[in-house]
Nanobody, 126 residues
Framework: QVQLVESGGGLVQAGGSLRLSCAAS????????MGWFRQAPEKERALVAA????????YYADSVKGRFTISRDNAKNTVYLQMNSLNPEDTAVYYC???????????????????WGQGTQVTVSS
């Protein structure tokens, strides 16, 4: 079992920045692909960014390219999402997820992720 705990959400003005963290514990395998998802009210959960265990591969949704950066520190079992130039459309609950995977693989399908955090709210005011 893997436990994921997100932190770093909050209220920010448009144009501002936030850094989300996702701390993992209890992992049994040596490599996990990680992803950040978000869900706005009345919308489906959507992938924002994903990263391979070795950090060599990353994916970004078009809506966040150039503004968000996913990274990870395997020594700390933590994944980060740096969010810059935030706008009200980024308002959502943000979830991190983990999937046992080969070190170089990124996972884009939310159905493949085995473990999920409880989510952290990000609110961007205009």
């Amino acid at each position: 079992q893997v436990q994921l705990v997100e932190s770093g959400g909050g209220l920010v003005q448009a144009g501002g920045s936030l850094r989300l963290s996702c701390a993992a514990s209890g992992r049994a395998r040596s490599s996990y692909a990680m992803g950040w998802f978000r869900q706005a009210p009345e919308k489906e959960r959507a992938l924002v960014a994903a990263i391979s265990w070795n950090g060599n591969s990353a994916y970004y949704a078009d809506s966040v390219k150039g503004r968000f950066t996913i990274s990870r520190d395997n020594a700390k079992n933590t994944v980060y999402l740096q969010m810059n130039s935030l706008n009200p459309e980024d308002t959502a609950v943000y979830y991190c997820a983990a999937d046992p995977a080969a070190p170089s693989r990124i996972v884009l399908d939310n159905r493949e992720y085995d473990y999920w955090g409880q989510g952290t709210q990000v609110t961007v005011s205009s």
